[in-house]
């Protein structure tokens, strides 16, 4: 019998035919193995056949019923494709648990539609409250730029004659103002985003409410 190490160093297909060929006379006695090979001849012997790795291999009782059917040893192709079969397989389940846990979590926190109503109004209201701040923010830069254009005035004719610090003022408040409004703009699309999201959430609450009610339903 090969020892450990040398055992180690085969193919996975050389591996299973050490292990057939280290069958016990007492199981060999007890069976016998039937095959066609690659060129046509129909094989038996008592013990699975090398010759045969590549394809079924039949078990037979004494009687010569079929005990088992032994498949052919995979290729390496074959084991890949096995294997990325079942890596995708765990990604599919992994994705349902996922969905299942993010179900129950959204069933959870949000019992029915008045709460899901009353989270959308908290959220944009969060927003709402950033927005009206760079109004009023707004507001008072216009009311600091009509006092800039005011002095500005004096040097309609030259205004190069303006004091720096008159034109340095009216370039950050135009920066400021600038800022503001994207501000805003930026605030505007999340109250976008708030509400696809709240959406779709109330799409997929709809049949997890009514799933849940009917489930409640059936067990009383």
């Known amino acids: 019998m090969p020892s450990a190490r040398a055992l180690t160093a085969l193919s996975p297909g050389l591996l299973l035919a050490a292990a ?15 095959c066609t090979d690659r060129q046509g001849r129909h094989l038996k012997s008592d013990r699975p056949m090398l010759d045969c790795l590549d394809r079924e291999q039949r078990e037979l009782g004494r009687s010569g019923a079929t005990r088992r059917v032994i498949p052919p040893t995979p290729t390496a192709a074959e084991r890949a494709a096995r294997e990325s ?12 648990q996922n969905l299942l846990r993010r179900d129950q979590a959204l069933v959870t926190r949000y019992p029915d539609m008045a709460a899901h109503e009353a989270a959308r109004a908290a959220a944009l209201g969060q927003t709402q409250a950033v927005a009206d701040s760079a109004e009023r923010r707004i507001a008072e830069l216009t009311a ?31 920066q400021a103002l600038a800022t ?8 505007q699309d999340e109250q976008q985003r708030i509400q696809a999201r709240f959406d779709e959430e109330a799409a997929r609450l709809q049949t997890l409410w009514t799933a849940k009610a009917a489930d409640a339903a059936g067990k009383r």
């Open 20 to 34: 057939l060929l280290c069958i016990t006379p007492l199981a060999s006695a007890q069976a016998i193995y039937s």
């Open 85 to 96: 079969q079942a890596h995708a397989q765990a990604r599919a389940r992994e994705r349902e």
């Open 144 to 174: 600091e730029r009509a006092a800039l254009d005011e002095e500005m005035e004096f040097y309609r004719k030259d205004p190069s004659r303006a004091p720096t610090r008159l034109r340095r003022s009216i370039e950050d408040n135009a």
């Open 180 to 187: 503001q409004r994207r501000a805003i703009a930026g605030q």
